[in-house]
């Protein structure tokens, strides 16, 4: 229990010595203040459903939740929407259950910090309220088949992480020397036996049953394992855990690949895998056993995981939302500052600091200081050390091999970008396969929208290839495939990423170079098709904000003929084309103005024969879809294409074929030679 006893003195600790943490105390002491005024913490008899249910039917955007409401039957969308329904309530339940195991851990936290007894007496009370009313929540009945049914929840996957937090606040105040009663203990011990053989039964049939012991939910219902044991001080039992097939060191084995990525290729999962890796640590700690430095069988280690979101993360510390996931959403950064905090704790990762500051801010902080549980909890006893060095400190490129992304970086050059080739990622993952995501160092232009909540009817739109930055034919999307990395290169001078697919669909060869100097990023696309039948070939861009050209003209309605709608699939809207783009000697110049600082990005698209630049009115990104964006479609009929695209920042450059495989790319009256060859790919000459 010694290093029980240091968490619980480090909480005591930072308060008494850091400012910071002081001020997280007593604003945490004020919320569960306010609370408790508002009459919301009583907890709900109904089991919660799925949250992802949680979700306006015309917006797509979450609902509202407001934790001050102790019931509901009305939900509201941002936009002014109130629907009502079973489903509604029962995501609404969710956030709810959610919520109080959440406002347990903080009330302890709270008494750990200020003792003073009234938070630890709340905390305790709805431990042992939710302890007694565990037996009496059904298997849930309303679960969807494919679902492993929780008692609290639908899912069982929602139950072991919302135990993890009521269990991490039932053995907080044990550490502080809060006494249960013999009747309170019963019901904690009934809560923790029931628990401990749904989790077991879980495992058993994700591992044997569906031999998918791989699954995200396999760390979650370890997690929740080891809890209860670490409450229960069974050592034996988590030891057990940690070496079983599908436990501890099997699961990182294989649900994260050897270039330390999770193996759905989703940062989103990636973070939820990780945290659940590092509350089975924690908990094993309690037992003696110090897993922070475990590896599994090539190498996957959660430090390696914890420099692999730095790497990842644009340079305002916002990680990609790659495959399934959230672009933002406070839950979500409420994890990503858990994790953050627990990176720098025990590994030292410089790099977290810039996304550790982004996920404050999405938390409230204006200016990205420490706030909320997270940091009370987890942040380290020093303080962070946010500096011009550490927050603008340059990267380099990056390879991630096995899971198929890469990064290109150059000192110099305010863009860099990242590309997408490798698995699909399973039921997480996205036909997307080369797309490209356009990064400036302050903001990101191009992002992977990642994907609404599940519930939507607008779901399917997220997955599909035409909403990425890659190539689509006929507005079909490409089909679950790997591409490959043939080639990739930094120097001083430039960086180099040349991305093959050749299984996206059936006769088709996709080749798509990128190359980032000091001054311009080019991106030259090519597509080959063996097929016999021409093709309209889609070469597609979606930015966060609209290109501004000269050469743009917007289409009346007369030329709206001409142009018919995108189609996509039955259950998805048409796309519009609203716009055409005229070409002055075959280049096509665009701006983009990123905020805050009016920062211009400028794209040139040199646009060959039978070619044509389009505006296309599309959903918005998955915060708030009801709101459209603007994408382009780059597209040529036939059998071959070659789209070919330059970014700078500043001013533009201009794009001229000098022969069929050279470029020239002039910039400030300077021309670069570019050479594509067949085996070697791009070369500067």
């Known amino acids: 229990m010694s290093d029980a006893v240091k968490v619980s003195e480090t909480i005591r600790a930072k308060v008494q010595r850091l400012a910071w943490a002081s001020e997280v105390a007593n604003s945490l002491k004020e919320e569960i203040d306010q609370l408790q005024a508002s009459g919301s913490l009583m907890i709900p008899l109904e089991p919660g459903g799925w949250w992802h249910q949680y979700v306006c039917p015309q917006h797509h955007t979450e609902l509202l939740f407001d934790p001050s409401v102790a019931d509901a039957t009305q939900f509201h969308c941002p936009h002014g929407c109130v629907v009502e329904g079973a489903e509604y309530r029962g995501a609404w339940l969710v956030y709810k259950h959610q919520q109080l195991a959440r406002v347990a851990l903080q009330a302890a936290a709270v008494y750990a910090a200020l003792r003073d007894y009234a938070y630890a007496e709340l905390s305790k009370q709805l431990i042992v309220a939710y302890a007694a009313q565990f037996p009496l929540y059904p298997v849930h009945p309303d679960a969807q088949p494919w679902m492993l049914k929780g008692r609290a929840f639908h899912q069982a996957l929602t139950e072991s992480i919302w135990s993890t937090t009521l269990i991490r606040a039932y053995v907080l105040l044990l550490d502080e020397g809060v006494v249960f009663s013999a009747d309170e203990q019963r019901k904690v011990d009934t809560f923790l036996h029931l628990l401990e053989e749904s989790m077991r039964a879980y495992r058993g049939i994700l591992i044997h049953e569906r031999n998918n012991a791989e699954n995200n939910y396999t760390a979650w219902l370890n997690a929740s394992l080891a809890c209860v044991y670490a409450a229960r001080g069974e050592r034996h039992e988590l030891e057990a855990l940690v070496e079983a097939e599908g436990g501890f060191r099997h699961h990182l084995s294989i649900g994260v690949k050897p270039d330390q990525l999770e193996f759905e290729g989703s940062t989103y999962y990636h973070v939820f895998v990780l945290r659940a890796y590092l509350i089975f640590a ?19 280690s959660m430090c390696g995981m914890v420099e692999a979101l730095a790497e990842l993360a644009d340079d305002q510390g916002l990680l990609p939302a790659l495959h399934d996931g959230p672009m933002a959403r406070l839950p979500y950064a409420r994890e990503i500052a858990e994790v953050a905090e627990l990176g720098l704790s025990h590994y030292a990762v410089e790099g977290l600091v810039p996304i550790l500051c982004e996920a404050y801010r999405q938390m409230g ?14 942040g380290a006893t020093a303080s962070i050390a946010i500096s011009a060095e550490v927050l603008t400190k340059p990267r380099g490129s990056k390879l991630w091999p096995a899971s198929g992304f890469v990064v290109g970086r150059q000192m110099d050059n305010p863009l860099s970008f990242l590309v997408d080739f490798g698995e699909h990622g399973g039921a997480h993952g996205h036909l997307d396969k080369l797309h490209l995501s356009l990064m400036h160092k302050d903001q990101t232009l191009t992002p992977d929208f990642g994907v609404v909540p599940y519930g939507s009817t607008l779901r399917p739109w997220f ?14 999307s490409q089909a679950e495939h790997t591409g490959r990395c043939l080639r990739f290169e930094q ?3 430039s ?4 991305l093959q697919s050749d299984a996206a669909y059936v006769g088709c ?16 696309f090519e597509v080959t098709l063996t097929s016999e039948e021409p093709q309209s070939i889609e070469w597609w861009m979606h930015p966060v904000v609209a290109p501004q050209s000269k050469q743009l003209k917007e289409l009346s309605f007369a030329d709206k003929v001409q142009y018919p709608p995108i189609h996509i ?19 096509v110049s665009m701006k983009y103005l990123l905020s805050p600082d009016g920062v211009q990005i400028h794209q040139t698209a040199l646009v060959l024969p039978d070619q044509e630049l389009l505006t296309v009115r599309t959903p918005g990104h998955s915060i708030d879809p009801s709101v459209p964006l603007t994408a382009l479609l780059h597209r040529q009929p036939g059998k071959q294409a070659r789209f070919i695209h330059v970014y700078r920042v500043g001013a533009g450059a201009t794009i001229s074929l000098l022969a069929e495989d050279h470029l020239g790319i002039t910039a400030e009256g300077r021309l670069t030679t570019v050479q594509l060859l067949p085996e070697q790919g791009l070369l500067i000459v």
Request: hydrophobic residues 35%; negative net charge; aromatic residues 6%.
């Open 463 to 476: 997955g599909e290839t035409t909403s990425h930055n890659t190539v689509s034919l006929g507005g079909k």
């Open 282 to 300: 924690e908990m094993a700690k309690r037992c003696d056993r110090d897993l922070y430095a475990c590896e599994g069988s090539l190498g996957q």
């Open 365 to 378: 902080s204006a200016d990205g200081s420490r706030c909320g549980l997270e940091a009370l909890l987890y």
């Open 495 to 498: 960086t180099y990423a040349w």
């Open 491 to 493: 120097t001083e001078a």
């Open 569 to 587: 699939q039955e259950n998805l809207p048409d796309l519009p084309i609203v716009g055409r783009l005229f070409p002055e000697e075959s280049n």
């Open 509 to 524: 060869r996709l080749n798509r170079h990128l190359l980032l100097t000091s001054d311009w990023l080019l991106d030259l």
